[in-house]
């Protein structure tokens, strides 16, 4: 590949589709499925801080949406925002094959917005099924379409939601990018729009792995105990009136163990040669994981040749700050692009489309 590749679409087009692997951390994958619409209801509005929305979805169609055996990970679907002054469009629009033609033929100012999301919690098995899906809300600066939504919603309300759905024969499905192979030991890292994929893999992980978390905050209203079953160490930083980013940055760079933060002139040679250097188009999203190199380009690192005793390292949330910690894990500590996700949530002053 060229460079790193940007999810323009997380569950729309290809990068939704999740490969067929080996199981790593207990966690199976299913082959890939394009997304399907979910038609839902808000059923319940709580506020987890002035800064952070649970909303909860169910409804019936949730009967197909596709788990990874019961564990969401960090599975990402789409929510569709509708536009101001308008219902939301109808479901069948979104028919598998070439929805997003379909949704971008409708009529600019009633088709809605899409926005990726994180699946925090599903409760499937019941008669009417349910998610919750946590939204940042951004007081200060420019509003969002998703985060505007987020602050009116209320019980009653009609969602769309796009996401994975079971099929015949192959009951496990998911739009889910961790992915440890055969490593042991994670380090996760993120900002409050990573919070529920961070809760949702430590709640996920089996017991035996063990996991470093470092998010930054923008408040201690965030700060709360999140369970897993792994030996996890947990370090939360508070934003404050810190840059965005700037202590998860340096948090990181002091966890990478010693031995890496200086590596030999042949491990940074081969990082180097591994590693093309241009990171895409100003405007666009970093995403450049194992699990979507693997979809596009033959012959790429994806972590599952790594040993047991790996660390794999997962870091999501603004665009700049991603890119400035996958520059200094690739580039400067020699990391293998195979046992690094790096993905880009949002990015200050761009709208995600
Ligand atoms: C796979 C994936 C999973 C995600 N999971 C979650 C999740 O579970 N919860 C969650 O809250 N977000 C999550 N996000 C991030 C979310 O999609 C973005 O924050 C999105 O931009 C919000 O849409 P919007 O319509 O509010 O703003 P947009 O219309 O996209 O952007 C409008 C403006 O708001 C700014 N902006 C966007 N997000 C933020 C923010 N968080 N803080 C400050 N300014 C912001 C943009 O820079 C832009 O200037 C996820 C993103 C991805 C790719």
Known sequence: MSGPRIAQD??????????????????????SAAAVPFPLTVLAVEDLGPRLRRITLGGVSLLRFATDDGATWDLRVKVLVPSPGHTLP??????????????????????????????????????????????????????????????????????LVLGPATRPGSPEQAGVEFAPGAARHVLLAGDETALPAIAGILRDLPAGATAQAIIEVPDGHLVRGMPTGADAAIEWLVRGTAPHGERLTEAVRRAVPAPLRSPGPAVLNRALAAEPLDIGPERELLWDTPQYRRLFSAGEPDGHGMPGDAVYVWIAGE??????????LVRDCGLDRGQVAFMGYWKHGVAQH
Request: charged share 20%; proline share 11%.
């Open 319 to 328: 665009s700049t700050m991603v890119t400035a910690l996958r520059r200094y």
């Open 10 to 31: 997380a569950t729309g087009r290809s990068s939704s589709a999740l490969p067929s692997g080996e199981p790593g951390m207990g966690a199976r994958r299913a082959p």
């Open 90 to 159: 109808p479901a069948d629009v979104f028919a598998p094959k070439g929805w997003r033609q379909a949704w971008l033929g409708l009529p600019e100012n009633a088709r809605g917005h899409l926005r990726s999301y994180t699946v925090r919690e599903a409760r499937l098995e019941e008669a009417y099924p349910e998610i919750d899906i946590d939204f940042v809300l951004h007081p200060h600066g420019p509003q969002g379409p998703a985060a505007q939504w987020a602050r009116t919603a209320a019980p009653g309300d009609q969602a």
